[in-house]
C-alpha cells in the first residue's frame, strides 16, 4: 500500500530564478521527504505510518480546539535562536540583520506590517492579529547570558541538511531553532509540521538561506517573509491550496489547507489580485501562498497555529510556559545578567582614537566609563570616542544598572598605544637580543591558532637565531602575520626594507606566498610592496625537500624593497610580513633592516669584495654591509686602533652576494674602530666612529 503523508513532507521555499529586481521575487516550493532527516528512515513504512497516526490525532485536536471559545485566549511569546553557520563569508550576517528578521517576523503575527491596509477588501475583514510574539532567548541551555544569536564555522554551511544541525541545536521544548546557511538544497528555507517533527526532535527547527533572512544586509525587503512563511509551517500551516507543494495545478481545486476562511485556490507564484482559480476570488495575499505580494494570515489560520502551540504534538505546548520564558530570559521584565563591551580597534599610536560599544546582556538603564589614559577619561554615553596621546598599555571599565541590579566589567591591559614619532632608525634585526616574537619591537596575528610565525635556533642567516613558521601539508590558504612597532621615518628621504628569506617546496606544485607590506597610519591600513611565490623566487632550497626544511649556509635568499614612496615617510611608519600557506615546506624571516636611507648596496657590488659600515660615524646601532663575489669562508673581527683584535663578529660560510653584519655598538665606547675581513687569499679592513 502506498501512503500519501503530506504532513511529513519538508515544506521548503525553492530559490527562484533572478526573474525580478531588488528581490521581489516569487517564492516556488518544492516537496521533499524524509532525507534531509534522516535517509536511511526517509521511506520506512512504520514511522510513515506512525507520522499518519500522530497527525490525524493533531486533527482531531485542532478541530476540537476551534470549536471550544474557552480555549487559546491572550498572547504568546515564543523564544528563539538563530545559530549562524558560516565560513566568515556573506552567510555569516550581523546581528542586526538577525535583529531585522525578528522584526518582521512580529509585525507579521502581530499584524504591525504597514501593508496590512492594502489587503483587499474581500479580505480586509479577516485580517489576523495571530498575537504569538517572537523573542530572541536571553539565556542558553545552561542559563549563561546570550543574544540568541550563535555562530559555528563550518563547511556545512554549503550543506544545509541535518549533520548541519547536528553541530549546534539548543533544545526544541525550550526554543524555536533558526539555522542561517549558505545552502540549503536548492531552498530558500524549510522547515517541517509538528506531525512529522515530533519523531525528530534534533531537526525540528527552520532552515534558512542568509540572503533570505531579514530586509537588509545581504537580504532584501522582497524576501523578508520566508521566515514567516517557515514558521507558519511550523506552527502547523499548509499551503493555501492544501498539501500539495505544487501551485497552479488544476487538481488543486479538490484540495483542502483545513482553514474555512481560505478559499481553495491553484495557488499563485505572482501576484494576480484579481484571480479567481477554483470558482472564487484567490487569497493571493495571504503569507503561505507564493506570490511575492503576502501581507496577512487569516483568522482561521490564527486559530490552527494556536491549536498547535496548545498541542503537545513536537512540544510546542512547553515553549511559551511562564517556567520556560523565565528560563530563557525572555520574560518580563529583562533582567541584566551581564555587563559587556567591545572596541573598534585594541592596537594604536599615540593620538589616535577608539570607540568603544555597550553590548551589555539585556537592559541597561544607565553606564559609566573609566578610560584612565584617555581622553575623555570617564562617560556615561554607550558608544563613546576616546583619545590616547601617551604611548603604554590601559585598562578599561565599564560599571553597568538596570535601576536594581549593578555589574562591572575591566579588561586590563586592553588598549596598547604605541609611541608616536616612531622608533629611531636605522632599525636592525637579527632576532638575537629578543625572547619573543610578541613583544615591543615585534606582534604576531595568528586567526586560525594553528602553526605561526616563532622564534627559532633551528638556523639563521647570522648569528643563531631567526623567525619559522612551520608550513604542514594541510595549510592550504592560511594567513599568518608579523608585523613591526612604529618607526620614525618623517625625516627620511628614501625608504629601504631588506630582509633575508628561505624556502622549500615539498613538491613542484607548491606555491606558498611570502609578502611584505608597508602602513603609513600605524598599521590602519598596509600596502604591499614585495611579494615571493614558492613556486618561483621564494624557493631557496634549489629543489622540493620532503622532510621538514632547515636551511643551510647558502640556502637564503636577499629581498631589497624600494618602491615606498615618500606619502610613507610618516612618524608612525609600519612594516609587515605575511605568508600565505599552499601546502609547501618551512618559511624562515632573517636580518631585517630598516635603514630611512639609501644602502649603497649597488655602489658597494661594483667594487666586489669592499667593505661599508652603515650609518658611519654610529651611535646606537650600525651594520656591516659586505659583496661576496661567492660563497666563501670568511672570518671577521672587530679590532681597535692598534690592531688588537676585541670581538670575533663572524667566523663561517657567507653566501654570494650582499650581506649584512650587526655590529655591536652599544657594547662599544666612544671611539675609533676597525673591521678586518678576511676569506681566500684576502685581507680588507674598514674604519668607523663611535660616538
Known amino acids: 500500500m502506498k501512503l500519501f503523508l503530506p504532513s511529513l513532507l519538508l515544506l521548503a521555499i525553492a530559490v527562484p530564478s533572478l526573474q525580478a529586481q531588488n528581490g521581489d521575487v516569487p517564492f516556488s ?52 535562536v538563530f545559530h549562524i553557520i558560516h565560513e566568515n563569508g556573506p552567510e555569516n550576517i550581523s546581528d542586526e540583520q538577525v535583529f531585522d528578521a525578528m522584526r518582521v517576523l512580529n509585525d507579521d503575527f502581530n499584524k504591525l506590517n504597514s501593508d496590512w491596509q492594502n489587503v483587499r477588501p474581500e479580505f480586509l475583514g479577516i485580517v489576523s492579529d495571530v498575537g504569538v510574539n517572537f523573542a530572541l532567548a536571553q539565556k542558553d541551555p545552561q542559563g549563561n547570558c546570550t543574544k540568541g544569536i550563535t555562530r559555528t564555522v563550518s563547511a556545512l554551511t554549503n550543506v544545509g541538511d541535518q549533520d548541519m544541525k547536528d553541530l549546534i541545536q539548543w533544545p526544541r521544548n525550550k526554543y524555536m531553532n533558526v539555522w542561517v546557511c549558505a545552502y540549503a538544497d536548492g531552498a530558500a528555507g524549510y522547515t517541517y509540521r509538528p506531525g512529522a517533527a515530533d519523531f525528530f526532535p534534533t531537526g525540528d527547527g527552520i532552515v534558512l538561506l542568509h540572503n533570505y533572512t ?20 511550523w506552527l502547523n500551516l499548509k499551503h493555501t491550496w492544501g498539501d500539495s507543494n ?54 482561521g489560520q490564527k486559530t490552527r497555529m494556536i491549536a498547535a502551540l496548545n498541542s503537545g504534538t513536537a512540544q510546542r505546548s512547553s515553549l511559551w510556559t511562564t517556567n520556560n520564558l523565565n528560563a530563557t530570559g525572555v520574560g518580563s521584565p529583562a533582567i541584566l545578567c551581564a555587563a559587556e563591551f567591545t572596541s573598534s580597534i585594541q592596537e594604536i599610536c599615540a593620538g589616535s582614537t577608539v570607540t568603544f560599544s555597550d553590548v551589555s546582556y539585556n537592559s541597561v538603564s544607565s553606564r559609566t566609563w573609566s578610560f584612565p589614559g584617555g581622553t575623555p577619561n570617564t562617560s556615561t554615553d554607550p558608544n563613546p570616542s576616546v583619545t590616547y ?23 586590563n591591559d ?42 627559532t635556533n633551528a638556523a639563521a642567516f647570522s648569528g643563531s637565531n631567526s623567525v619559522r613558521l612551520l608550513n604542514t601539508a ?33 613538491n613542484t606544485t607548491n606555491d606558498d606566498r611570502l609578502r611584505l607590506y608597508v602602513s603609513n597610519n600605524c598599521g590602519d591600513t598596509w600596502s604591499m610592496r614585495k611579494q615571493l611565490r614558492g613556486s618561483s623566487d621564494l624557493n631557496t632550497a634549489g629543489g622540493t625537500v620532503s ?62 669584495g669592499s667593505l661599508m659600515i652603515i650609518p658611519n660615524p654610529a651611535q646606537d646601532n650600525a651594520q656591516l654591509l659586505i659583496e661576496m663575489p661567492s660563497s666563501d669562508q670568511v672570518v671577521i673581527d672587530l ?24 655590529l655591536p655598538i652599544s657594547t662599544l665606547r666612544s671611539g675609533v674602530y676597525m673591521v678586518r675581513s678576511q676569506h681566500g687569499d684576502r685581507s680588507e679592513m674598514i674604519r668607523f666612529v663611535v660616538e
Open 29 to 80: 516550493c518544492k516537496a521533499n521527504d524524509l532525507h534531509l532527516l534522516d535517509p536511511a528512515r526517509a521511506e520506512d513504512p512504520a514511522l510513515l505510518a506512525q507520522i499518519a497516526t500522530l497527525e490525524a490525532e493533531l486533527e482531531v485536536f485542532t478541530q476540537e480546539f476551534a470549536l471550544d471559545a474557552s480555549r487559546g485566549g491572550g498572547s504568546y511569546t515564543i523564544p528563539v
Open 214 to 233: 531579514g530586509a537588509i544586509g545581504t537580504s532584501s525587503p522582497g524576501r523578508s517573509r520566508t521566515l514567516t512563511h517557515e514558521t507558519g509551517h
Open 246 to 299: 505544487e501551485p497552479i495545478v488544476t487538481s488543486n481545486c479538490s484540495d483542502d489547507d483545513s482553514v474555512s476562511d481560505t478559499p481553495n485556490t491553484v495557488g499563485w507564484t505572482s501576484c494576480v489580485l484579481s484571480g479567481i482559480s477554483c470558482g472564487s476570488l484567490d487569497n493571493v495575499e495571504n503569507y503561505m501562498d507564493y506570490s511575492y505580494c503576502s501581507k496577512m494570515f487569516t483568522e
Open 389 to 411: 596621546t601617551t604611548a603604554g598599555n590601559y585598562a578599561v571599565t565599564l560599571d553597568v544598572t538596570d535601576g536594581t541590579t549593578n555589574l562591572s566589567v575591566t579588561t
Open 414 to 455: 586592553l588598549i596598547t598605544v604605541l609611541a608616536n614619532p616612531g622608533a629611531a632608525v636605522p632599525f636592525n634585526e637579527g632576532f638575537e637580543s629578543i625572547s619573543s616574537l610578541n613583544g615591543s619591537s615585534w606582534t604576531v596575528y595568528d586567526p586560525d591558532n594553528n602553526n605561526t610565525f616563532q622564534l
Open 474 to 506: 594541510s595549510m592550504t590558504t592560511q594567513l599568518d602575520e608579523f608585523y613591526s612597532e612604529p618607526f620614525d621615518m618623517s625625516n627620511a628621504t628614501e625608504i629601504v626594507v631588506t630582509f633575508r628569506y628561505a624556502y622549500a617546496q615539498r
Open 547 to 608: 622532510s621538514s626544511f632547515v636551511p643551510s649556509g647558502d640556502q637564503w635568499g636577499y629581498a631589497e624593497v624600494t618602491n615606498i614612496s615618500s606619502s610613507y615617510h610618516t612618524s608612525d611608519f609600519r612594516i609587515k610580513f605575511e605568508s600565505e600557506s599552499y601546502g609547501g615546506n618551512n618559511i624562515y624571516v632573517d636580518d631585517i633592516n630598516l635603514n630611512g636611507m639609501p644602502v649603497g648596496l649597488e655602489e658597494l657590488s661594483a667594487n666586489s
Open 639 to 662: 679590532i681597535d686602533v692598534t690592531g688588537r683584535k676585541l670581538i670575533e663578529l663572524y667566523n663561517g660560510n657567507l653566501a654570494g652576494g650582499p650581506q649584512r653584519i650587526d
